[in-house]
């Protein structure tokens, strides 16, 4: 079945559903590739500043050795630098010529050489000295209330905050990290308003009282049903979490806490979310009361709460795989007789998120897809299951899947599914054995991400009867073109 097919084939609820579906994940990627592509570059404009801001400031030093010292700040202001490496000591002899200054970061570097970079209190104190000498960095001391002889390295790190306040770095990941979230509440917005349109008895409108003019305004029952649907919507974002969970539980009989996703993440993400917008990315009382002692991890207040890549992408798979479930178990509910159309259009996103390699997000939604879907067909299933083991195994490697791989049943399952199974297990030998019977042509093995593994082995090319050259392009890809995601059939 193909993308084109699906939407051609969909009544208009259908339609409206699977569109909101491959949106919604189409949104977070998209957010998630700018930050990746945008990052690096702002980084090494800031790094470029502070050297050219820098270099002139350290006539002492000489620009070479101010200029190693500007780059090892712009590390430290990444965060790139352990406790341990910044010891108050380092700031007792603050005329360090600029050999020695050299000689000391090259020791650094070879103790820890995991580190791309380090910077110690020392080249702190002496990028906040600019001409006005040690009297500078008193004053910039004095301004956050700290005491100018001993500063330890979490007080030159809040003196940092101050002297350069600006991060353009870090300002992206927070604003990708407020734009997730607010794809995802936009996303219910739809799943609510689809809601209600459906079972319009179901909203409370128990707080709304329309006056004779008001009613006069809307016209007719449907526009004024729809005004109360969003006061209704507009009233729900402003509630808590739990409310929310209360609402789907009521409602659809759904448990968003009850999922693969643990509910403790999804909380911290939305707390997270919440100090970065209002209190400047530091823990806040609030924060520490909503979330779990495991989630805060040794939080405490007013430490700093920085969004890291590495926390963007997770953030990016949580919601990926929290929101399919909810927007899946919605359309189960308002749409019960498109239910071949609605594994299929998830089928179709799940093959999206497989070319883009979140494995975990596909991991987590489809664990909760299998035991929660009803209306599975034994092909449905499998080829799910398929998608699940794929995942698993580029998470775990081959051998956290090899047992239920090698106990599957080829006898009851076809010889297309028994050939993905060989994939997975990188047996060539037994894929070869049952391709023939397959009914899988050369296209698909050399663009869907199942078979990824198998592109690779040596003589695979010549055993499909294909160039071997152009199998060296593809191999080890999981990203097919458009066209090909569009075309294939799965």
């Given amino acids: 079945m193909t993308n084109r097919l699906l939407f051609q084939d969909m009544s208009p609820a259908s339609a409206h559903w699977g569109a909101l ?8 990627d998209s957010v998630l590739t700018l930050a990746d592509q945008m990052l690096p570059l702002l980084q090494q404009v800031e790094e470029q500043e502070l050297l050219e801001s820098g270099a002139s400031s350290y006539g002492l030093l000489g620009l070479e050795g101010a ?17 341990e490496d910044a010891t108050p000591d380092d700031l007792e002899d603050i005329q360090q010529s600029a050999g020695q ?16 970079s380090g910077l110690t209190p020392e080249g702190i104190a002496r990028l ?14 004095s301004t956050v209330g700290l005491e100018p002889s001993r500063p330890s390295s979490a007080a ?28 995802f509440e936009s996303m219910q917005g739809e799943v609510l308003r689809t809601y209600y349109g459906t079972y319009p008895g179901a909203v409370p409108g128990d707080d709304l009282r329309f006056s004779f003019k008001e009613l006069k305004a809307h016209g007719s029952f449907e526009q004024a049903l ?42 911290e993400l939305y707390q997270r979310r919440n100090v970065v917008v209002h209190n400047n990315s530091r823990a806040s009382r609030q924060y520490l009361n909503n979330v779990s002692p495991a989630q805060r991890n040794g939080v ?47 089928d179709t996103a799940t093959l999206r998120l497989l070319n ?27 080829n799910v299951q398929i998608s699940l083991w794929l995942a698993r195994k580029q998470l775990g490697g081959l051998d956290s899947v090899r047992a239920e791989l090698e106990a599957f049943d080829h006898a009851v399952a076809g010889e297309r599914f028994s050939a993905q199974v060989y994939a997975l297990l990188e047996d060539m030998e037994k894929f070869m054995a049952v391709y023939p019977a397959s009914g899988i042509i050369p296209d698909e093995v050399m663009a869907l991400p199942v078979y990824s593994s198998l592109r690779g082995l040596p003589g695979f090319a010549e055993a499909l009867g294909l160039n071997a050259e152009i199998v060296t392009v593809t191999t080890g890809s999981t990203h097919p073109s458009e066209s090909e995601t569009t075309e294939v059939t799965i």
């Fill in 21 to 28: 579906t491959l949106q919604y994940a189409a949104n977070l």
């Fill in 67 to 83: 200029s190693k010292l500007m780059s090892f700040a712009a590390a430290f202001k990444r965060g790139e630098i352990r406790e």
């Fill in 101 to 116: 200054l050299q000689a000391f970061y090259a020791l650094l570097e070879q103790r820890h050489p995991d580190l791309p």
């Fill in 128 to 141: 906040l000295i600019t001409e006005e000498g040690q009297a500078g960095l008193a004053e910039l001391l």
């Fill in 156 to 183: 030159l790190r809040r003196v940092w905050d101050v002297r350069f306040p600006v991060n353009r770095g870090q300002m992206l990941l927070n604003t990708s990290l407020i734009n997730l979230i607010t794809l």
């Fill in 226 to 267: 729809s005004a109360m649907i969003d006061h209704e919507i507009d009233g729900f974002m402003r509630r808590s979490l739990d409310d929310w969970r209360t609402f789907y539980k009521r409602a659809i009989k759904f448990d968003l806490s009850k999922g693969s996703v643990p509910w403790t993440e999804f909380v």
């Fill in 300 to 346: 405490e207040i007013n430490m700093p709460l920085a969004v890291t890549p590495e926390y963007l992408h997770r953030a990016v798979e949580t919601l990926l795989a929290f929101g399919l479930r909810l927007i899946n178990s919605m359309w189960s509910k308002t749409d019960t007789g498109g239910s071949e159309l609605r594994i299929a259009l998830m």
């Fill in 356 to 382: 883009d390699q979140r494995w975990r997000a596909v991991q987590l939604f489809l664990q909760d897809f299998l035991e929660e879907e009803e209306h599975f067909g034994s092909a449905d299933r499998l």
